[in-house]
């Protein structure tokens, strides 16, 4: 262990002492982007946005057990390790309440993970009421997702889509064009992430709009969950949907402190929807009907 | 009937200017987003170059009839340059726009001013040029200003529900826009003949 990780480690101590002292509360903000509710209960802080069907929940921090990964998906979004078990500089979009970033900082602490978040608002809550330090190597830019990802100059090898405005997604991150600004600030290895919604036409429409950029996508349900995680890469070969021919869980677990069952998130993998993918249209800057595919169930559709 | 023509060129103008704000909405959202500050530029373009239009329409008015004809002709023309520049380049100049300022408010400032002031300007020049047109045939200037207002008011409601709910879910924004340029200048066209008609020609509402 080294005298880094030993450092993030009372660091973390310390941050959690403070932070297990408070009360119960609930609070609500009005920010330029969202509507935010900010609820803590005993040691439990969540961060929700206002979306069509209620309260939808960002992120969540056990602040008893801050490595705890509360909120199901983000625990699947280490799949990326399936793909690329190496990651030295990850681009996150999207902070939510930062329920990623814990166990991943104390897991690969030399690794960049950068952030980046448009809501400077879900940015200071996410510091002052869930208690996320950032470090030099987990800086947070406070800027739209694709304006950063046109300015980078880094190549990141996992770029992790993850922003929403309440259950909503906002339509220039759904297209064609950001796709493949996202697949050239990509490492040759390096793997794309983004966190889906199914149950609607955005859902079939999106998966299509992936796989016109990205030669290879695989699929992971979250467990009992409406989250799929899709993940893509930028070569065709080899096959990466082969699970046979995937680094062994035990090798790639070793890092994670045992917070992780990385067995049972490879057993996440679902089917791609052939069919219904066929059906659906590819969404550009020019034609990206979001919010419209989105009000759409699945079974308005169905044939 | 050529009250009848002249009402539905007016409406048409109103569905143009709004449909064209949800289409600018559009043209700005893979560079600029979608929030409320992106919002907030757009909607003060727009009421900047109402503003401004309905000052240079009601100077147009005024003129004599043989310098209005030849104004009439000329703004409109630059009109059709500017919608026909956003039609056709606005995408390329929105990447550059988003790439040359760092700020959003100043990169939205001239996105919007650049792509929307002139066209929305220019078309809504003819709002105070139509009240004009009524009240030299006869009928009072506040009733010939309510007629305007409120048969522009209801095409800008039917532009915004058309543009939203029908348009956009299915056709792609660029497609749109060459609509819209087609749809202005022939409606712009067709009003230029008609504001030049006689006063005996029609007869006042």
Redesign the interface.
Same mark, same amino acid.
């Not at chain 1, 978040?117 to 996320?132: A, G, N, S």
């Not at chain 2, 009240?135 to 532009?159: D, E, H, M």
């Given at each position: 262990m080294t005298m880094r990780t030993l450092f993030l480690r009372f660091l973390l101590v310390l941050v959690s002492a403070a932070a297990l002292s408070g009360a119960d509360y609930v609070e609500r903000y009005d920010t330029l982007y969202n509507s935010l509710t900010i609820e803590r209960r005993g040691t439990q802080v969540e961060l929700r946005a206002k979306s069509r069907e209620g309260d939808y929940l960002e992120s969540a921090v056990d602040l008893a057990d801050p490595l705890n990964l509360v909120v199901p998906y983000t625990r699947s979004l280490y799949g990326g390790l399936f793909f690329q078990p190496k990651p030295q500089k990850v681009l996150m979009i999207g902070l939510g309440g930062a329920g990623f970033h814990r166990l991943f900082m104390a897991a690969y602490p030399e690794v960049l993970l950068q952030s980046v978040e448009l809501d400077p608002k879900v940015v200071e809550l996410t510091r002052e009421r869930m208690y996320f330090t950032p470090t030099a190597n987990s800086p947070i830019a406070t800027v739209d997702g694709r304006q950063f990802v046109k300015r980078s100059r880094e190549k990141w090898d996992w770029l992790i889509l993850d922003a929403f405005r309440g259950g909503y997604v906002p339509p220039h991150l759904k297209t064609k064009e950001f796709y493949e600004e996202c697949a050239a600030r990509m490492s040759d290895e390096g793997v794309f992430i983004t966190n889906l919604h199914s149950g609607t036409e955005l859902y079939y429409a999106d998966l299509k709009t992936l796989r016109t950029v990205f030669p290879q996508v695989i699929l992971f349900q979250t467990k009992n969950r409406g989250n799929v995680i899709a993940f893509a890469v930028k070569y065709a070969s080899p096959d990466m949907t082969n699970p046979a021919r995937w680094p062994p869980t035990a090798e790639l677990s070793a890092p994670l402190q045992g917070r992780l069952d990385l067995a049972s998130i490879r057993a996440e993998v679902i089917p791609w929807p052939t069919a219904r993918v066929a059906r659906a249209k590819v969404m550009t800057d020019d034609f990206s009907p979001v919010e419209f595919l989105d009000a759409m169930e699945e079974n308005n559709t169905k044939r | 009937m050529i009250n009848a023509i002249f009402y539905f060129f007016v409406g048409l103008m109103g569905i143009l200017s709004m449909g064209f704000q949800l289409l600018g909405s559009r043209l700005l =959202? &893979?560079?600029?987003? %979608?929030? @409320? $500050?992106v919002w907030a530029w757009l909607i003060s373009t727009f009421l900047a170059a109402f503003s401004a239009g309905s000052i240079l329409g009601g100077w147009i008015s005024n003129l004599p009839a043989e310098r209005r004809g030849r104004t009439q002709v000329m703004v409109t023309l630059v009109g059709v340059l500017g919608l026909m520049f956003t039609a056709f380049l606005g995408?390329s100049a929105l990447g550059w726009i988003?790439?040359q300022f760092e700020n $959003?408010s100043v990169g939205l400032l001239v996105a919007c001013f650049g792509l929307f002031f002139v066209p929305v300007a220019v078309f809504s020049s003819f709002g105070p040029q139509c009240v004009q047109f009524l009240a030299s045939r006869g009928t009072a200037p506040g009733s010939a200003s309510g007629l305007i207002y409120g048969v522009s008011t209801i095409g800008n409601i039917a532009g915004v529900m058309i543009t939203a709910f029908l348009l @956009? &879910? =299915?056709? &792609?924004? %660029?497609t749109l826009l060459q609509l819209w340029l087609s749809v202005a200048i022939f409606s712009s066209a067709c009003l230029i003949l008609i504001l030049r008609l006689p006063s005996d020609a029609t007869t006042a509402s």
């Amino acid at each position: 262990m080294t005298m880094r990780t030993l450092f993030l480690r009372f660091l973390l101590v310390l941050v959690s002492a403070a932070a297990l002292s408070g009360a119960d509360y609930v609070e609500r903000y009005d920010t330029l982007y969202n509507s935010l509710t900010i609820e803590r209960r005993g040691t439990q802080v969540e961060l929700r946005a206002k979306s069509r069907e209620g309260d939808y929940l960002e992120s969540a921090v056990d602040l008893a057990d801050p490595l705890n990964l509360v909120v199901p998906y983000t625990r699947s979004l280490y799949g990326g390790l399936f793909f690329q078990p190496k990651p030295q500089k990850v681009l996150m979009i999207g902070l939510g309440g930062a329920g990623f970033h814990r166990l991943f900082m104390a897991a690969y602490p030399e690794v960049l993970l950068q952030s980046v978040e448009l809501d400077p608002k879900v940015v200071e809550l996410t510091r002052e009421r869930m208690y996320f330090t950032p470090t030099a190597n987990s800086p947070i830019a406070t800027v739209d997702g694709r304006q950063f990802v046109k300015r980078s100059r880094e190549k990141w090898d996992w770029l992790i889509l993850d922003a929403f405005r309440g259950g909503y997604v906002p339509p220039h991150l759904k297209t064609k064009e950001f796709y493949e600004e996202c697949a050239a600030r990509m490492s040759d290895e390096g793997v794309f992430i983004t966190n889906l919604h199914s149950g609607t036409e955005l859902y079939y429409a999106d998966l299509k709009t992936l796989r016109t950029v990205f030669p290879q996508v695989i699929l992971f349900q979250t467990k009992n969950r409406g989250n799929v995680i899709a993940f893509a890469v930028k070569y065709a070969s080899p096959d990466m949907t082969n699970p046979a021919r995937w680094p062994p869980t035990a090798e790639l677990s070793a890092p994670l402190q045992g917070r992780l069952d990385l067995a049972s998130i490879r057993a996440e993998v679902i089917p791609w929807p052939t069919a219904r993918v066929a059906r659906a249209k590819v969404m550009t800057d020019d034609f990206s009907p979001v919010e419209f595919l989105d009000a759409m169930e699945e079974n308005n559709t169905k044939r | 009937m050529i009250n009848a023509i002249f009402y539905f060129f007016v409406g048409l103008m109103g569905i143009l200017s709004m449909g064209f704000q949800l289409l600018g909405s559009r043209l700005l =959202n &893979p560079h600029f987003g %979608s929030s @409320i $500050i992106v919002w907030a530029w757009l909607i003060s373009t727009f009421l900047a170059a109402f503003s401004a239009g309905s000052i240079l329409g009601g100077w147009i008015s005024n003129l004599p009839a043989e310098r209005r004809g030849r104004t009439q002709v000329m703004v409109t023309l630059v009109g059709v340059l500017g919608l026909m520049f956003t039609a056709f380049l606005g995408r390329s100049a929105l990447g550059w726009i988003e790439l040359q300022f760092e700020n $959003i408010s100043v990169g939205l400032l001239v996105a919007c001013f650049g792509l929307f002031f002139v066209p929305v300007a220019v078309f809504s020049s003819f709002g105070p040029q139509c009240v004009q047109f009524l009240a030299s045939r006869g009928t009072a200037p506040g009733s010939a200003s309510g007629l305007i207002y409120g048969v522009s008011t209801i095409g800008n409601i039917a532009g915004v529900m058309i543009t939203a709910f029908l348009l @956009i &879910p =299915n056709l &792609p924004v %660029s497609t749109l826009l060459q609509l819209w340029l087609s749809v202005a200048i022939f409606s712009s066209a067709c009003l230029i003949l008609i504001l030049r008609l006689p006063s005996d020609a029609t007869t006042a509402s």
